[in-house]
């Protein structure tokens, strides 16, 4: 299998990453367009990002992570695992990995390595949303 990993650290406090990563609400701040999932073990539902629409089954929840499985509509699957931890200076690390299925199709890694790029920069601006930046509304950066 194919791992993409990502690290991002953010000086948000711990709580709101837990949300952010421990919720549907929270994923739809900068994970998925969309969540209709409980974020629990043995949980199934659906997420639309950017359009698309994947099956999510969850797989593990504690109180530092989450591990899931996402499929697309030709069945394609892949194994996501978020991670955060407090780290020195108040900042929380934030790890994310993923594994692409053997079959997915050949662009499937490089549209990973840019979706998780996107999606890490919105969790890295995370901060600024929460301090009611003007130039961040929605996840999405406004002029």
């Known amino acids: 299998m194919t791992r993409i990993e990502r690290h991002v650290e953010t000086d948000l406090p711990v709580e709101e990453v837990d949300r952010l990563v421990r ?17 629990r073990p043995g949980a199934s539902g659906t997420v639309v990002d950017d359009g698309f629409v994947r099956q999510v089954d969850v797989h593990h929840v504690d109180e530092r992570s989450v591990r899931f499985t996402w499929r697309d509509g030709d069945g394609r699957s892949s194994e996501v695992a978020i991670t955060f931890d407090g780290a020195p200076g108040g900042v929380v690390r934030v790890g994310i990995v993923e594994r692409l299925h053997p079959t997915a ?22 901060p600024l949303r929460a301090r009611g930046c003007a130039g961040v509304a929605g996840g999405a950066l406004v002029a």
């Open 23 to 39: 919720t549907a609400e929270g994923w739809e701040e900068w994970l998925v367009d969309r969540a209709d999932v409980e974020v």
């Open 105 to 126: 199709r050949a662009t499937a890694e490089v549209d990973a390595c840019l979706g998780w790029e996107g999606r890490a920069l919105l969790l890295a601006l995370a």
